[in-house]
């Protein structure tokens, strides 16, 4: 197949979408496929990878929709792809629909977190700016084909005007050979985490929506009586949390992780998980996952490949995948005390600790980039399946 991959996010930038169009092009690239990237011109060295990338004009005083399609129509190698993939519904799938349109090419978008999900006591979500929203209720009533990573997902596409006929499961993915789990007792010495010690670890940056107060807020309402237990708060700006972790009493009993260096393969890619990030997970018990919103976390991902019981928010994209294997405990969304009593069962429990870890292994391999990739494939088929039986 021809395959054009649309996304408002790119490398050389890093971040979770950035990353997750890179890895799902290269995994399709490696089934076979020919595929392009379609993003915003960058002014930095341009990475290295297996397959193309075509930059379209970023600027304010351009049309975006005529600087998609310039970009697609000069592609050499894929100048009418079989199928056209957008990466976020805003602004990406409303850009390049009136080029999938004209030119009769099948259109599947991926909604992430922030243009289909909402937290007004937050300020989260596009769909609370009313300009966006009737962009995007506009292009979900005329979508046919759409990816939903939970439930809630999907039942908020169709509350907002999606009909298509084309709605498919698609979570985020890992590498799930990145988690030495032979070696898990070499990393917790390496860590400075006792034998004894329950390590409730957390991958996240520093922002409201990402729920990291409220980790805290819950870390301050564990019972005294518990076996021992310490926290590691890993991401960027996590360091903005030391007072309030202060204000707790925590000081002794949470670690705070900021700004942990990238790590690049050869060709100048960030290695993701990176493998401080892998081995921290792999040695730890507990994952909390205290997001408010949003999409299907890379780090939920990862945390499921180092088998890790997790604790979740029921409003965390994730949160379906973790409930259906089994593999940790759903709790009301802001609700403090439910979060530090699922983190004080877990704490106590070593061996629901240890068939959650043993459900979330069994599990995990549906989530490696190259089961994404099939999956994706499956889907682009069922597409194209349809639009050639409806010609």
Not at 215 to 236: K, R, T
Request: charged share 15%; proline share 6%; net charge neutral.
């Amino acid at each position: 197949m021809k395959i054009a991959i649309v996304t408002d996010h790119f490398l050389p930038h890093i971040g979770g979408a950035e990353y997750a169009s890179h890895c799902l092009a290269t995994a399709l690239t490696d089934r076979g496929h020919q595929v392009v990237v379609v993003a915003p011109q960058v002014k930095m060295v341009e990475p290295k990878t297996n397959y193309s990338i075509i930059r379209y004009i970023n600027s304010r005083f351009f049309p975006p929709v005529l600087a998609r399609y310039l970009a697609l129509a000069t592609a050499r190698d894929v100048c009418k792809p079989d199928i056209i993939h957008a990466q976020l519904i805003a602004p990406a799938g409303i850009g390049i629909f009136p080029y999938a349109k004209f030119m009769n090419i099948p259109l599947l978008v991926s909604p992430q977190g922030a243009d289909i999900h909402t937290s007004l006591v937050m300020n989260y979500g596009l769909l609370l700016n009313p300009k966006y929203r009737s962009k995007i209720e506009s292009l979900l009533k005329r979508l046919d084909a759409v990816t939903y990573s939970s439930r809630l997902m999907k039942k908020l596409l169709h509350t907002h005007g999606f009909r298509g006929d084309h709605a498919y499961y698609l979570p985020n993915g890992t590498v799930t050979a990145r988690f030495r789990h032979q070696q898990r007792q070499q990393l917790r010495r390496a860590l400075g985490f006792a034998d004894d010690s329950v390590v409730i670890v957390t991958i996240s940056r520093h922002s409201p929506i990402k729920g990291l107060a409220q980790l805290v807020q819950a870390l301050g309402h564990l019972p005294p009586n518990l076996p021992p237990w310490q926290v590691v708060i890993a991401g960027s700006n996590v360091q903005n949390l030391a007072s309030h972790i202060n204000e707790v009493g925590l000081t002794d009993k949470v670690r705070l992780m900021s700004n942990l260096p990238f790590e690049f393969d050869d060709c100048g890619i960030p290695i993701i998980p990176a493998p401080a990030i892998a081995e921290l997970l792999t040695a730890s018990d507990i994952y909390a996952a205290p997001a408010l919103s949003g999409g299907f976390e890379l780090s939920s991902a990862d945390a499921i490949a180092a088998g890790l019981a997790t604790v979740i928010f029921d409003e965390n994209g994730s949160k379906d995948f973790i409930e259906d294997a089994t593999a940790g405990i759903v709790v009301p969304t802001h609700d403090i005390a439910a979060f530090a009593n699922a983190l004080a069962t877990l704490i106590r429990d070593e061996q629901l600790r240890f068939t959650m870890r043993q459900n979330a292994l069994l599990a995990s391999p549906t989530l490696d980039w190259k089961a994404i990739a099939h999956s994706v494939e499956m889907i682009y088929q069922s597409i194209l399946t349809t639009s050639k039986n409806q010609a």
